[in-house]
Structure formats: structure tokens, C-alpha cells
């Protein structure tokens, strides 16, 4: 009898144990679907409307340079192609490939893309109308279309796009009249409507920045009122222009008493300011007036750095400093005066990006990517020369150096015991590693992960990404990161910063 009660036992420990290894397998085997698909919406036939929707973009456009090339129509999602940005559920967000001398038309798909925000195809050839259909996108807040040979009319409902805040169209051959409906858009701040041949009156905008200049039925000179400008504030007028003896008197004696009053106010203000001072004087203080721009960028919760204390937190960006060299900036380490250490990124190229308004909605996108395994922005610095974004700094390792270094019993849940299978653990982590390559076109089909997962096809793919990233480093100089390390040997100091990294430049 306690025989019989010792070998139940066994048999109940042993399906206990299977029942926990099939479920560390299943969620290992969720977190690949999750890198390799998305969440967006689908279609009838189960297609991603969004993927459909830039298919009709790309098959209207002609790309010299293949800027294009990784967009599938067989993809689960576009949210890993150039040029897109995604929001953490996985919707396309943004659409930039400003100066790639794209040429055709622009397709009314892009109507589809409902939760587009930002869309960037400046200095291009792209030909043909503006599709009325980009009114539809109610969550638009930067259009920018210019420097391209755009013909016909303004479309009229560009006004529904409420939330429009940026609108350039200047630099293209529009004609007829501007649409009055532009009046509407009360979030309108800049608008750029120059050099075209549109006619008729001007609308009254509420945009604070607006430039009609070179449509010569508009403005032939250029001297002519309302070609460009920003909007006047309002004067205060005064009525009584009549004012007696004795009033003018009095009026003397309340300025005299307030201009008293005034200084008396400065002077308690600077010895208050003084006392401050001698009490914090010994705390080193870096703050540079010259260095920062005067425009504000208020999101949520990020610190703003002055560009002398992230200066001085990595030692003047020392090369002893540098942990990451990408093809959009460095990333250094270094420690604030508080003891913090972070992770800063100097960006290259500021001046090139589409200035201070494209730079807040960059820095607005990273703040939005929220996930477990992404680090949040921690603050920013903005000068007249410089972009920097700084991040927590993690240096954890990776999963990638623990598969190398055969020790990936640190990510095997502790309750297994010994009783899972070793090779299959290895399998499933090469798995993984696959779907995160750098480069999109590298990374397995989620028809192909099930194949792998079968057993059928992970040697060859295995081998070859190896292969990929010998050759990589053999052709790398010795100071130099490849781009098919930024995801490996990088994360070994950095296990998620790189993540970060990627989000703060076009995809």
C-alpha cells in the first residue's frame, strides 16, 4: 500500500511538472507572436487594412532608391517598415520620407490610415492632385507636402482634419482659389501656402505663422498686405483722449509713486535672489542662457537638461563614455550631479530634421511608447545646435549573450526544477532572437517561426544570421558598430536602451 502510494505520488509530481513546462513553453511561444505581429485592426478577409492602405501608397509612388522595398502586402503589420512609425497598439502613427526623390502620385488610400498623425513627404517629385480623402484623417496634426509638383485645387476637406496643427503646401504649382474652409481650423499655428499659382482673397486664419508669398495673383509685388506675417496683437485703444489739468497732475503722481513702488519691489527681489544664491553657491550649477532655445517643450513629466550638464555629466562626451554609435547619434554614459546614471544621445544632423516643430512631435512619440521591455524617456535638452534625449541606463545583459554563453537556465522559471528539456529551450530562444534582428527583411514570417517551432527550417536560419553577423564585423572598422550588432553586441552593456534608441529616428 505505501508503495502503491509512493507511485501516485511520483505520476501527479511528473504531470504537475509537464503542466508547468507546456505552460513556460506557451508563453514564451506568445511573447514571438507579440514581436512579430501587432495588434491593429483587420479586414473581412483578415488582412491589416493599415498594410493595405500603404500597399496603395507605395504602387502609386515611384522609388528610385527602394526606401520602399521592405513594404510586404504579405506582412501581419507595417509597424517594422521604413519610414513608419507605430503607436504601442500597434497603428500607424507616422509616415516620413521627406527628400528620397520619390516621384507619381500620391494615392487616396492614405485615407485609410485613420490614426495617422504625422505625415512628412517634403522635397520630392510627387505629381498629380492632393486627394480630398487626407480630410478623413481626424487625428492629423502635421502635413507637410512641399517642395514637390503637386497640381490642381487645395482640397476643401482639409478642414475636417480639426486637429491640424502644421500645414506646408508651398513650393508645388496649386492653383485656383484657397479654400475659405481654412478659416475653421482653429488649430491651425503655421501654414505655408507660398510659391504656387493660387488666386482669389485670402481667408482669415487663425494661424499664429502664415506666408502666401510668390502666387503671383495673390501677392505680384510681394510688398501686398496679408502675404506673410504673424498675427498683430490686439491694441488697447484709449477713449478719454480729454483729460483736465488737475488730471494730468494726478497722473503724474501715480506714475512717480508707482515707479517708486516698482523699484523698491526689484531691489527685494535681487537681495532675495542674492541670499538664495550665497546659500546654494557651493552646489555646482551648469546652466547657459545662449545654449537653449526659447520655445518650451512641455510634455508630461520629462526634465528638461541645459546642454553644460549633460556636457559635463559625460566628461565633455568622452570616447570613454561612448556605449553606442547608430547612424542617427552617440549614445555616452554618464552621471548627473545627483548620482543618477543615464544614458545620453546626442543627435546628428539637427538641422536637418524639419526643425524645433518636428522635433517636439519625435520626442512626443518616444514619450508614448510604453512597454515593459522599453525604457521611458527620461528628459531632453534643446539648443540651437543640439538634440539630446536621455534615458535610464541599464546594463543587465542579454538574452543573446546568455544563449552565447550556454546559461539560459536564468530565464527558466526556478519552479521547473531540472525537469524541462534543455534543447528545446534553446530552440524557442533562437526563435526569439531571429524575430529581433535589426533588419526587418531578416526577420522570419510568422508562418515561418511556426515551421521553426516544428522543428523544420532553424538550423538554416540560425546559421545564416550567424553568418550575417561574422561578416558584418569583419568589414566593421574596429571603433565601429555595424548595424546587425546594434541589437546584439550593443544590448550586452545596454539590454533595452538600443530599443529606445531605434524609436527616435525613421523606420
Request: net charge neutral.
Amino acid at each position: 500500500m505505501q508503495q502503491d502510494f509512493i507511485q501516485t505520488k511520483m505520476v501527479q509530481r511528473k504531470r504537475e511538472v509537464r503542466e508547468s513546462y507546456a505552460l513556460a513553453c506557451s508563453s514564451l511561444f506568445f511573447f514571438i507572436a507579440l514581436l512579430c505581429s501587432s495588434s491593429a485592426e483587420l479586414t473581412d478577409k483578415g488582412v491589416n487594412y493599415e498594410v493595405l492602405a500603404l500597399i496603395g501608397i507605395k504602387s502609386s509612388l515611384i522609388d528610385p532608391h527602394g526606401v520602399l522595398m521592405n513594404w510586404d502586402d504579405t506582412a501581419v503589420d507595417p509597424c517594422s517598415w521604413n519610414m513608419i512609425t507605430c503607436s504601442a497598439d500597434g497603428f500607424v502613427l507616422s509616415l516620413g520620407a521627406p527628400s528620397q526623390d520619390l516621384s507619381g502620385t500620391l494615392s487616396s488610400s492614405i485615407g485609410n490610415l485613420t490614426y495617422l498623425q504625422t505625415v512628412l513627404l517634403q522635397n520630392n517629385y510627387i505629381t498629380g492632385h492632393i486627394p480630398p480623402e487626407i480630410g478623413k484623417l481626424m487625428k492629423l496634426k502635421t502635413l507637410d507636402l512641399s517642395t514637390n509638383n503637386f497640381t490642381g485645387q487645395i482640397p476643401s476637406t482639409l478642414s475636417a482634419s480639426t486637429n491640424l496643427q502644421y500645414l506646408r503646401m508651398n513650393h508645388n504649382s496649386l492653383t485656383g482659389t484657397i479654400p475659405s474652409s481654412l478659416a475653421n481650423m482653429t488649430q491651425l499655428t503655421f501654414l505655408d501656402l507660398s510659391y504656387n499659382n493660387l488666386s482669389g482673397p485670402v481667408p482669415r486664419s487663425h494661424a499664429k505663422t502664415f506666408n502666401v508669398m510668390g502666387n503671383p495673383q495673390i501677392c505680384p509685388t510681394g510688398t501686398e498686405k496679408d502675404c506673410n506675417g504673424t498675427q498683430p496683437k490686439p491694441t488697447i485703444i484709449n477713449l478719454n483722449n480729454e483729460a483736465s489739468d488737475g488730471g494730468t497732475k494726478n497722473r503724474k503722481i501715480a506714475i512717480a509713486f508707482g515707479a517708486g513702488l516698482t523699484c523698491i519691489c526689484l531691489l527685494i527681489i535681487a537681495f532675495g535672489f542674492l541670499i538664495w544664491w550665497r546659500r546654494r553657491h557651493n552646489q555646482q550649477i551648469f546652466f547657459d542662457v545662449n545654449d537653449q532655445n526659447k520655445e518650451e517643450v512641455c510634455l508630461g513629466n520629462l526634465r528638461r537638461f541645459s546642454f553644460k550638464e549633460l556636457q559635463s555629466a559625460t566628461s565633455n562626451f568622452s570616447s570613454k563614455n561612448l556605449v553606442g554609435k547608430g547612424g542617427f547619434g552617440n549614445v555616452y554614459k554618464g552621471r548627473l550631479h545627483d548620482g543618477t546614471i543615464v544614458a545620453v544621445k546626442r543627435l546628428k544632423d539637427v538641422n536637418n530634421g524639419g526643425g524645433e516643430i518636428q522635433f517636439q512631435t519625435e520626442v512626443e512619440m518616444i514619450s508614448l511608447a510604453v512597454h515593459r521591455n522599453l525604457l521611458r524617456l527620461y528628459g531632453l535638452c534643446t539648443t540651437s545646435m543640439e538634440r539630446l534625449l536621455v534615458y535610464p541606463y541599464m546594463s543587465n545583459g542579454s538574452v543573446k549573450k546568455l544563449q552565447q554563453e550556454k546559461n539560459l537556465e536564468q530565464i527558466i522559471d526556478k519552479d521547473l526544477e531540472r525537469n524541462y528539456d534543455r534543447i528545446e529551450v534553446e530552440e524557442i530562444v533562437k526563435v526569439a532572437l531571429l524575430c529581433t534582428q535589426y533588419l526587418p527583411i531578416h526577420r522570419p514570417k510568422m508562418s515561418e517561426v511556426v515551421r521553426m517551432l516544428e522543428g523544420d527550417g532553424l538550423v538554416e536560419k540560425w546559421e545564416a544570421s550567424s553568418q550575417r553577423t561574422e561578416t558584418n564585423r569583419s568589414y566593421s572598422k574596429p571603433n565601429e558598430f555595424s548595424s546587425s550588432e546594434r541589437y546584439s553586441d550593443l544590448t550586452d552593456d545596454s539590454s533595452v536602451l538600443v530599443q529606445a534608441m531605434e524609436l527616435s529616428g525613421p523606420r
